[in-house]
C-alpha cells in the first residue's frame, strides 16, 4: 500500500516526522503478520495501528472469551463467541483508517501456507506455548523472515528478536526443561492428550509493557536496511522487583532449525486442484516423494477386533481417546500415519487440500534435486480499508 504524500506529512503523522531517521513510507508499505490476537496481541496490534504500519495480517483460531476481557483492548463483551482475529482486526481498522488488515482464523501450524509468512516483512510472535513458538520459529527461518517472540508471565516478560537467515533462533536456546514441557501434551503415539496447558497468569500492563518493546523492536527492524546483520537480542524484564537486562543470543551449530529455503517456484493452482502427481509432472519429476511437512494420520485399526477408521488428519490434532475402539471396546487400536507421498501411493492423485494441506503452502519435492514449491500463486491480500 502507498499513502498520498499529504497523508503521511499532515498532521495525523506530523510528530511521528519529527523524529530523526523516521520514514512513514517505509512503514505504510510494512506487511506485518501477528501470529495470536490474545492479551500480548491486541497490544501489539493496537500499537501497529496507532504508529500507522500499513499492512497486518492476523492469525488465531481461537475465539472470545469472558476471561479475555481483563486483558484485551480490542475486545468487548458483545464479542464473545466470534474469532479473535476477526474482532481485532475490526476495531484495529477503526483506530487508524490507513491501516489495511486481514484476518485469519486458523491453526499456525496446520492452516496457514507459508507463502502468506514468505510475503511478510516481519512477524510478531504472541503465542502461549512452547510448541507454537517452535513452530513459528522453523516457519520463519526456512522462508528468511525475522520474528520477535513475545512473552509474558505474572512477574516476568521478554521480546526476543531473531533474524532472519543469520544468528540464533528461538530453538538454540531451548532448555531440555522447555523441550520437557512442549512434550508433555503429546502421547507416545504423537496423539494429543486431553488436558489443556495451564492458563497463564498475567496481566494488562505486563501485557502492555511487552507489546511496546516488541513493537519498538519491530519498528527499529522495518527502518533498518538489513535483516540479517543484527544478532538476535532478548530483552527480559521483571517486574517484582523491577528490573530488565539485554541479552545477545549465541547460536548453537547444532541447532535443527537452521534450514532455509531460498528460491521457491510458483505452482498456480489451489490446494483443492492439485495432487501430488500433478505437482510432480508440472515440475518435470518423474520419481519422486512430495514431502507433506507433517505426519498425516490417514486411518486407525483395531488390533483385536481388525475393524479400520479413516481420519484423514495431522495426527498432532487427533486425540489420544481414538485408541479405544468404538465395536470392541478395547483399547488396542493403532495410527496409520504417512509423511511422505510417492507414485505408488494410493494417494498420488488425491487433491492436496484432501490430504489437510493449505493454500499458500510451501511444498518440498524431492526427486533428481529438491524443489519448492509454493501452491495457489503468490498471496495477495484483500485490503480492506474504509
Ligand atoms: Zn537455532
Ligand atoms: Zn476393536
Same mark, same amino acid.
Given at each position: ?30 506487511? &506485518? ?19 500507522? &504500519? ?7 483460531? %481461537? ?231 507433517? %505426519?498425516?494420520?490417514? @486411518? ?15 495426527? @498432532? ?70
Amino acid at each position: 500500500m502507498s499513502f498520498p504524500q499529504s497523508d503521511l506529512t499532515g498532521t495525523r503523522y506530523s510528530r511521528h516526522n519529527l523524529i530523526p531517521g523516521w520514514n512513514q513510507q517505509r512503514l505504510a508499505s510494512a506487511k &506485518v503478520l501477528v501470529v495470536g490476537a490474545g492479551a500480548l496481541g491486541n497490544e501489539v496490534i493496537k500499537l501497529l495501528a496507532l504508529v500507522g &504500519v500499513g499492512n497486518i495480517t492476523i492469525v488465531d483460531f %481461537d475465539k472470545v472469551e469472558l476471561t479475555n476481557l481483563t486483558r484485551s483492548v480490542l475486545f468487548r463483551e458483545e464479542d464473545i463467541g466470534q474469532s479473535k482475529a476477526e474482532v481485532a482486526a475490526h476495531r484495529a481498522m477503526e483506530i487508524n483508517p490507513d491501516f489495511s488488515v486481514i484476518p485469519i482464523h486458523a491453526d499456525l501450524e496446520f492452516d496457514l501456507g507459508m507463502g502468506i509468512l514468505r510475503s511478510m516483512d516481519i512477524v510478531l510472535g504472541c503465542l502461549d506455548s512452547i510448541r507454537c513458538r517452535l513452530t513459528l520459529n522453523r516457519m520463519c527461518r526456512l522462508m528468511g523472515i525475522p520474528w520477535i517472540n513475545g512473552g509474558i508471565e505474572m512477574n516476568a516478560a521478554e521480546s526476543t528478536i531473531f533474524h532472519a537467515v543469520n544468528g540464533a533462533c528461538y530453538e538454540c536456546g531451548l532448555s531440555q526443561e522447555m523441550w520437557n514441557q512442549q512434550n508433555l501434551r503429546h502421547s507416545c503415539s504423537g496423539l494429543r492428550t486431553v488436558t489443556p496447558e495451564d492458563p497463564v497468569p498475567t496481566t494488562a500492563p505486563i501485557a502492555s509493557i511487552t507489546a511496546g518493546y516488541m513493537v519498538q523492536q519491530a519498528l527499529a527492524s522495518l527502518h533498518s536496511s538489513s535483516t540479517t546483520a543484527f544478532d538476535a537480542s532478548k530483552i527480559y524484564l521483571t517486574f517484582d522487583p523491577p528490573g530488565m537486562s539485554v541479552q545477545m543470543l549465541n547460536p548453537n551449530p547444532n541447532c535443527m532449525a537452521h534450514e532455509n529455503w531460498s528460491e521457491i517456484k510458483l505452482h498456480p493452482f489451489s490446494a483443492t486442484n492439485s495432487t501430488p502427481g500433478s505437482l510432480m509432472r508440472a515440475f518435470g519429476i518423474e520419481k519422486g516423494v512430495l514431502e507433506l511437512g507433517f %505426519d498425516l494420520l490417514t @486411518e486407525i485399526r483395531c488390533l483385536k477386533c481388525g475393524k479400520d477408521e479413516k481420519i484423514m488428519q495431522p495426527n @498432532e490434532l487427533c486425540s489420544s481417546t481414538l485408541i479405544y475402539c468404538p465395536h470392541c471396546s478395547s483399547a488396542s487400536r493403532i495410527a496409520i500415519t504417512i509423511h511422505q507421498i510417492e507414485a505408488a501411493s494410493e494417494f498420488f492423485e488425491t487433491s492436496l487440500s484432501f490430504l489437510c494441506i493449505p493454500d499458500y503452502q510451501i511444498l518440498e519435492l524431492i526427486g533428481d534435486n529438491t524443489l519448492h514449491v509454493q501452491i495457489t500463486g503468490e498471496w495477495q491480500p484483500v485490503v480492506e480499508r474504509k
